[in-house]
């Protein structure tokens, strides 16, 4: 059961899916639709707006953990056969981020 207590609408009741009878069934759809749209369109109008500011050079990002000299350090470091761990610890890295680095590559 779904009790809306500012508009005051009760839906539901009953046994799962059975209970209401038609017309609240239709406007819970109704009112379901309405707010499955309207949270389309913002996600919408939020990417516009991430498109607009990455174009006009406000959106950037967040910055890179490592700086490219510490990047080529670590690629050399893991070529030699050094753990990957104990790298990710003296880098300050997690092991995730110091993975997209390889997978990044130089």
């Known amino acids: 059961m779904v009790h809306f207590h500012k ?3 009760l839906f539901g009741g009953g046994t799962a899916g059975g209970g209401a009878d038609p017309m609240q069934r239709l406007l819970f759809q109704v009112m379901g639709a309405f707010a499955e749209f309207e949270r389309a369109l913002i ?10 500011a990455k174009a006009a050079g406000k959106y950037k990002g967040r910055k890179k ?29 997690s ?3 110091l993975y ?5 590559g130089p």
């Open 7 to 9: 508009e005051n609408l």
């Open 43 to 52: 996600r919408e109008r939020q990417r516009e707006g991430i498109a607009l």
């Open 65 to 93: 953990a490592l700086n490219p000299e510490q990047v080529r350090d670590l690629l050399q470091r893991v070529g030699r056969g050094e753990s990957k761990a104990r790298l990710a610890r003296e880098f300050g890295v």
């Open 95 to 97: 092991r995730q981020t």
């Open 100 to 104: 997209g680095y390889l997978k990044a």
